[in-house]
């Protein structure tokens, strides 16, 4: 069974360019998360999908960043403009459906997005 | 807000020893803590999850413990090996939402 996949995995762009970060989970995971880790701080959420719709968005920085899992299937974490603090590293994660019980969280590879 | 805080921020042992990592969370409504394992420029893998109603998981040498009432968490490894060496992250997911909170880790060296 394949891991979570993401894509790509290093990403060097400038300041004020766009750019968008993909995320395939593991097959039949209903729950997907973004989370990142800038300036060698912990990781840190940024948002949740159940299926195709954003359970909890309260990481999400600002309004540079737009998240999207049309189908419910991969997602899409878009950053325009980017701007330096930016920087860091983009997790992915799925997980099963919770369904009262609970499931760990797979985490990818992360994208390595460097703004200059 | 819960904050996970882990001590030791670096730790070197010769292989061969046990070692135990220290995980402490604020808020002890949590649903589940998950501990994770992170090679340079690699992503997170996954060792062990402990859900709030257990006290310890065991995966090989590794061994996880929960007090959810003191707030705290151990991860304990045994005769360590120099490819234990790695980050170890311990994360705690609350009890109202599924996002998980993670520490700033453990940078672990086994020597030879």
């Known amino acids: 069974e394949a891991g979570v996949t993401q894509f790509p995995s290093h990403s060097v762009i400038e300041k004020g360019q766009t750019v968008t970060l993909r995320c395939d989970p593991i097959s039949g995971h209903d729950n997907l998360y973004w989370y990142r880790r800038v300036m060698g701080k912990e990781i840190k959420f940024l948002l949740h999908f159940v299926k195709e719709s954003k359970q909890d968005e309260s990481g999400m920085p600002n309004n540079r960043f737009l998240a999207e899992r049309t189908g419910g299937t991969y997602s899409t974490l878009k950053v325009q403009p980017a701007e330096l603090e930016d920087s860091g590293v983009y997790f992915c994660?799925?997980?099963?459906?919770?369904?009262?019980?609970?499931?760990?969280?797979?985490f990818g590879p992360g994208t390595r997005l460097t703004v200059t | 807000k819960q904050e996970v805080t882990q001590i030791p921020a670096a730790l070197s042992v010769p292989e061969g020893e046990n070692l135990v990592l220290n995980c402490s969370f604020t808020?002890?409504?949590?649903?589940?803590l998950q501990w994770f394992r992170q090679d340079p420029g690699k992503g997170l893998t996954s060792l062990l999850l402990?859900?709030?109603?257990?006290r310890e998981q065991t995966s090989g040498r590794l061994n996880a413990s929960l007090d959810k009432s003191s707030g705290r968490s151990t991860l304990y490894i045994a005769a360590s090996q120099p490819g234990d060496s790695a980050t170890y992250l311990c994360?705690?997911?609350?009890?109202?939402?599924?996002?998980?909170?993670f520490g700033t880790g453990t940078r672990l060296q086994v020597t030879l």
């Open positions: 994360a705690v997911k609350g009890g109202t939402a599924s996002k998980l909170t």
């Open positions: 994660a799925s997980s099963q459906d919770d369904d009262g019980l609970s499931y760990e969280q797979y």
């Open positions: 402990i859900q709030s109603s257990q």
């Open positions: 808020d002890s409504a949590i649903y589940n």
